[in-house]
Each structure stands twice: as C-alpha cells, then as structure tokens.
C-alpha cells in the first residue's frame, strides 16, 4: 500500500511540474503585475459567450480598434456565432468594401462585402502597418486573447491600464505608459475615453464597460468553438463517469476468483 | 472469447444473469462510446465550413451576344452560361420529352422571361468530364471522355450519360446579371 | 500456454487462421494465450496507455495532415483553418497538442515503473534499449511537431534545438545549414520537418512491436520481481488484464479529457499563438515541458559543446543501465537503500525540469549544476556501488505464495505486496 501511495505522489509531484513551467514565462512577459481579474462569463466548465456583450465589444472593435489593428481570420459568416442573424450579418458585411478581382480586364475591383468574405485590415501589409504607426505593428487581434499570458484579463488590464508615468520613466515620442504592458512603455496610445461609442442597447459607454465588451468580442474571436467545446466536455465526462465505474465492477468481478486464489493455469498445461 | 475463463467463472458463486447484464452494459457502452469517437474522423472530411460559405458567384452576361457562351467558375466548377439563338430555342422546344432518357422541357431548365439563357454546370453526369460546345450529333453539347450527346438545352440524348447536364440554383438580379448559388 | 494449440471455435475462421495464423498471433500476444504474472499492479497499465497514446497521435495527425499546410505562408493559416472551419478540427488539433504531453506523461511513468522494479535487468535488457530507442524517436517526433504550427516558440524552438548541433566541432555549421536546407530556419527546414513528422511515429510502430516481441519471449516483470516459478504464479492476459487495461484507459481519457476540453492550451506557450517572426526573438524560449530536464542539463555547463553532449549523455546513459546496476534483485520492495535513491531521483528530475522553466539566472544556475550532478552520479556511481554493498531483504519463494499466502497451500509469505 505505502509503495502505491508514494507512486501517487511521485504522479502528482511530476504534474505539478508540467504546470510549473508555464508559471515562470508568464511571469517574464507579465512583468510580475498583479492583472485585473474580471469574472467573464465564458470562465468556467460551463462558460458561454455573452452575446450582448460580444455585439457591443464587436462595436468598439469596429468603430476603435479596426482603424489600426486587423482580424484577419474574421469572417463576417462568423457574426452568427455572437447572436447576429443572418440578415444582419449580411447588412454589415455590405457595409464594407472588399477588394476583388481580377475581372475579365484583369484588373481588380470593389464591390461589397458578403458573408463569406473576412475583415478587410486596415493596411495593406506588416511594412506599411509600421510606416503608420511609428514603426510599431499593431498585431492582429484574431487570436490576440491566446496569445498573451493572462488571456482576457491580461487585455482588460492593458486597455484600462493607462496612467500617468512615474517620475522615474523616460518615454520616448511615440510611447506611452501603461502598468500592464511588459517594460510599462506601449506604443499605442490609451485607444477608449468615455463615450467614445454609442450603444444601441443604451449600455453606458464607460472605458471599462467598452474594454469589458471588446474583451469579451475578442475571447469568443479567438476561439469561436469554446462553447461546442464545453458541452461537448461535459457529455464526454458523464459518458466516461458511467463507463469507468462499469468498467471498474466488470474488472473487479473477473479478478474476484483469482484474488480469492484460483490458479486457472494449473492443470492447463497437461491438456495443451 | 476463449474457454480459458469458463473455468473459472463457473467457480464463481454469483447468478449469471447479473454478471453477464453487467459484461453487455460494459460491452455496449464501449461500442457506442468508440462510435462516437468515430464521427469527428468522418465528418472532418466533409466541407468545412469557409468551403461551404463560398456558395455564390455573381456574373455579368450584357457582353454575350446570341449564339455566344461564357464559362465561369462557381464552386471549383464550370459553369456554362449560353446565350441561345432562336433556333436552338426552337429546337429544344420542340423535342418530345416523353423519348428523353432523363425527361424535362425546356421551361423547366430556364427562368421565366430569359428562355435564351441556359445556365448549367458543365459536367458530364457520367464520370465528370466537360463537354464541348456547339458539337454533337444534337447540336448542343458533345464529352469527348465517352461520347455523350447533349441537345440544345443540355439534355442528354445518346451516350452513357444519365442525367441532364444539371441546372444550378441561380437568378436573374437584372437583365444582365445573374446571381449563382 | 503455447500459441500452437490455439483453435478457432468458427470454422471459417479456423480455415483462415491455418491459412495466416494472425488469430493465433493476437491469442498468443495479446489473448488468453499469453500468460502474465497474476500480481501486476497499475503501474503495469502504463505499457498499453502508451501504445493507446500512440495510436490517438496517429490517428489524428492523419486527418490534421488532410488539413495542414507546411509551408511558411500558409501553416499559422492552416491551423487557424483547422481550429474554426474544419468539422470537429478544434478538437482533432486539441487531442493531438495534448496528446503529446499525455503520451510523454505516460511514458515518463512508465520508465520510472521499469526502474522501481528493475524491469531493465537480465533477461529484459534488449527490451529496455529498445524502450530508450522509442523514448528518442518520440523525442525527435514531439519536437519536429511543435515545429509545424509556425508560431514564434515553432520557430525560435526549431532554431535553438537545431543550432545545438553547431557545437560539433569543425563541421557543426555545415551540419547546421544541412539541417535546415538553407541559411535560418525556413521553408525547407518546415517542409522537411512535417515530412518526418509524419514518418517517424511510422517508425515508432516498428520498435514498439520489436519492444513486445522483446517482452514476450521472457514476459512481463512483475512487482516482486522474481521470476515466474509456473503456473500457479501466472493468469492469461485476457480477460484479466484486458480487463484491467480497459479500466486503466477509462480513467486516463478522464485526464486526458479535462486538458483537451477544459483546459487545452494549458500545457502550450501563449507564443505560440503569434505568428513566427524571424527578426523578433520571444523574451525567454521555453520548451515544451517534457524537455525541460533535458534542457536544464543543457544549460548546466557554460561550454556550448559539453552542454550539448552532456544532454545526449543524458538519455545515452539509460542504454548501459542494465550494467551500471549491479543488484541481481530488481524490485526496489526489497532493495531499502535502492528504494530510496530512486525517490531522490525523481524528485532530482522534477527539480531539473522546473530548472529548465526558469531564466539562467541567479541560483537556478547552480541548483541546475547540482541537479546535472546528481542525476549522472545515480547511475554512474550509485547504482554501481549499492548493488556491491547495500542490505537487500529476503525474497519470497514464489509469486503465488507471496501474493496468497495461506490460500496457495504453502507456508505464510514474509510480506504481501499489495
């Protein structure tokens, strides 16, 4: 028994340390900066997206963060995932102009958008996103929320993380301070001020409401199956509960004779 | 199975029928468990869903003058799009369907008020070559693969094809445009 | 007990089986004609979880391959594809990312099994080096695979790992640009890289069935450790342990479940969701965890080439383990001291690997050292020297009398196992 409990330990200990070696790179990107922790409604087993929510962050991502940041793997057909009908979705790609062509002159053209079309970005390419920006490429927003350390929280924090710098900073044209961006010096400036969207719904317009919103429009973007995920999750999980507790009495009935001593290779070998 | 086990679970004090419901609940939930796991296997080569988002194409047809045809591309396809002159109108009309391998009029193959237009997918129903056209014994359309003949509306008259060259689903936005898909 | 008296009830498939003795195969292997020692313990379970890993990671880089592009421009896209377009692809690329760390996690137990109970030692020697052989080929495999979704650890990853062979001397550059096709790692070196990627785990299936042959000519070592006496110490592998296998896959897709569904990117690198950029090397690369013992012996030493030998040296060492350890008793249940020693390596090894996660700085540099230190002096002065001088407790006479005592007919055993 004590061999198997120290195997068990020796188990845990070896999983603990396959999550330690995620704790340390957080910490040197996040610069050790205690992050903003805002409960999202899409934490959790059974977390979903909330659409209002999302519909609202689509807005400020539209109307603010679209002016310098693309989403290249952003497809208006996608807007249904966040509560939009069809028609709607549909109404909104029309109101973009997206690049087509070459059409039998060979030259290409703009005509509206439709569904199966994605975000059209901001710039042509990486160098001219640079050449507008001070030489900093605002990275696309597509995945944005997997690819930084602390997620969402980590982008909450940043978007509402603006203050005045301490003394001691020197910023350089072109930088801002920020508490929450590694090394504290962000070359975009704060982007959200008070009221600078008017929601449909009649939401106030707050920097923390709108980076709340934009927030969780840019979780669902990033992984646009996390629900079908989840419930999928919690099918497998009752599923296998059932079958391991079946699984475990079949085993404990095949080994009942042979734990109570039966040898049934005994006598065998005479017959074969 | 083998008869190793018997043996033993004849040892076994307990009834059968518990012991063997218990074997077939654990049997059958695997089953249905591994055929689960099956499906995502399956169904991952079925369109994904960008593929199946690219449904429609839009085409201009005021530069095809009568006895001209495009092709154009919608879902990886050909797409015939022919401007008939008035005799093929004619001829495709006049055809006794009830003779047709496949029996449709010309009426069903066209939209109402653009009887000179014929939109079809070019592909040859038997194994997926592209016809020519104004070729064949039908005046219509001719597959070198295996020698299939279509008439004027693109119905197959001699051949080993089956079918009719199929009409995709497609409207007219205005007098010279249409819209696939 | 032998294969040959196999028969088939069915009478076609007695008429198949003459003709390809393929039912005979799996009876004798894998059936009720295999006889395995009647106390294996779970620990035994982690042989066919691995092989069960194995396959899972085929089966979906498969499909995954009918998706994926390896080319620089494309490969980020096409995972991106995968991840939103591809029917069920979220989960296909979730099971296999996390598959590898459940592959490595189960192998991993399964090796600290084989040396708890000296599973290693006469007559399983070949039967362990083929084990090691797997252990670099998945090694090779999970690290090409990291390569391939091109984000920023992909590709400073694939650039770190492959300029450790620049330590060769004189020709380790040439080695460097033969390795990558070109002048960085690029498009070739991708390209090649998913070709590989796809053949290797090919190559793994060849020496796992090498390993099983290699166990079945002696048979499983059991938690005693003492050989099989006859029959009364053994039971055919099924129904009992296809039983307990089964249980033991249950529980693991369990585990394996929580990381794929609830947790999937847990085990990865946020970096990994940025796209590769050759002009911005990420702040503190990082591999994935299971490297992170090799990678803290890596870094142990301040010379480029002792590091990198000293990391092969690492794994090459396991090879001669059958003869650093002179004990002729295997299970660690009756080597006190050895027991010990073994709990002192794996914790020397978790050590290692939270070594590896963190910056060479400050004391990590020397708890890395030690650790380095540590890990050769097991086997290359431990294992040799306890087996000459260590106090070992008396074995039982047989597998049965240990495991049954009174109701095997004989004389009390000294100590049951479990």
Known sequence: MRIKKTFILGLVASLGFANLGLAPSALAAGEAVKLKDIEFSFEGPFGTFDRAAAQRGFQVYREICSSCHSAQY???????????????????AAEYQITDGPDDFGDMFERPGKLSDRMPAPFPNQNAARAANGGAYPPDLSVIVKARPGGADYLYSLLTGYEEPPADIELAPGQYYNAYMAGHKIAMPQPLYDDMVGYADGTEATVEQMAKDVTVFLAW???????QRKSIGFSFMIFMSIFVVLLYLTNRRIWRPIKKGAMPWVGKDEKA | MSSNPSTVEQSDENGTTRRDFLYIATTAMGAVGAAYAVWPF?????????????????????????????KVMWRGKPVFVRNRTEKEVAEAKAVDISNLRDPQTDAERTK??????????????????????????????????????????????????????????????????ILIG | MSTGSFKPKNGALRWFDDRLPILSLVHG???????????????WNFGSLAGLCLVIQIATGIVLAMHYTPTVAGAFNSVEHIMRDVNYGWLLRYIHANGASMFFIVVFIHIFRGLYYGSYKAPREVLWMLGV????????????????????????????????????????????????????????????????????????????????????????NNPLGIDVKGPQDQVPFHPYYTAKDALGVGVFLIFFGLFVFYMPNSLGHPDNYIPADPMVTPAHIVPEWYFLPFYAILRAV????????????????????????????????????????????????????????????????????????????????????????????????????????DKAGAKPAAQPAE
């Open chain 2, 42 to 70: 399956i169904h991952q080569m079925n369109p994904s869903k960008d593929t199946l988002a690219l449904a429609s194409a839009e085409v201009d047809i005021s530069a095809i003058a009568p006895g001209q045809s495009i």
């Open chain 3, 302 to 405: 301040p010379d480029k080439l002792g590091g990198v030998l000293l990391m092969f040296a690492a794994v090459g060492l396991l090879f001669f383990l059958p003869w650093l350890d002179t004990s002729k008793i295997r299970s660690a249940i009756f080597r006190p001291a050895y027991k010990m020693f073994f709990w002192l390596l794996v914790v020397d090894c978790v050590v290692l690997g939270v070594v590896g996660a963190y910056p060479p700085e400050g004391a990590w540099i020397l708890i890395g050292q030690l650790a380095t230190a540590y890990y050769f002096a097991h086997f290359l002065l431990i294992l040799p020297i306890l087996g000459k001088v260590e106090k070992t407790k008396p074995l039982p006479q047989s597998i049965a009398q240990a495991v049954l005592g």
């Open chain 3, 133 to 220: 052989v797997i252990l670099l080929l998945m090694m090779a495999t999970a690290f090409m695979g990291y390569v391939l979704p091109w984000g920023q650890m992909s590709f400073w990853g694939a650039t770190v790992i492959t300029n450790l062979f620049s330590a060769i001397p004189l020709v380790g550059d040439q080695i460097v640009t033969f390795l990558w096709g070109g002048f960085s790692v690029d498009e070739p070196t991708l390209q090649r890289f998913f070709s590989l990627h796809y053949l290797l785990p090919f190559v793994i299936v060849g020496v796992v069935i090498l390993h099983i042959w290699a166990l079945h000519l002696p048979g499983s």
């Open chain 1, 221 to 227: 973007l990033a992984e646009p199956s996390m629900e």
């Open chain 2, 112 to 177: 109402p008020g653009h009887e000179q237009w014929l939109v079809m997918v070019g592909v040859c129903t038997h194994l997926g070559c592209i016809p020519l056209g104004e070729a064949g014994e039908f005046g219509g359309w001719f597959c070198p693969c295996h020698g299939s003949h279509y008439d004027t509306a693109g119905r197959i008259r001699k051949g080993p094809a089956p079918l009719n060259l199929e009409v995709p689903d497609y409207q007219f936005i205005s007098d010279d445009r």
């Open chain 3, 29 to 43: 292997s894998l059936g009720a004609g295999y006889p395995a020692p009647r106390n294996l313990n779970y620990f």
């Open chain 1, 74 to 92: 952003f497809a208006f057909r996608n807007l249904e995932g966040i509560g939009y009908s069809e028609e709607m979705a549909k109404a909104i």
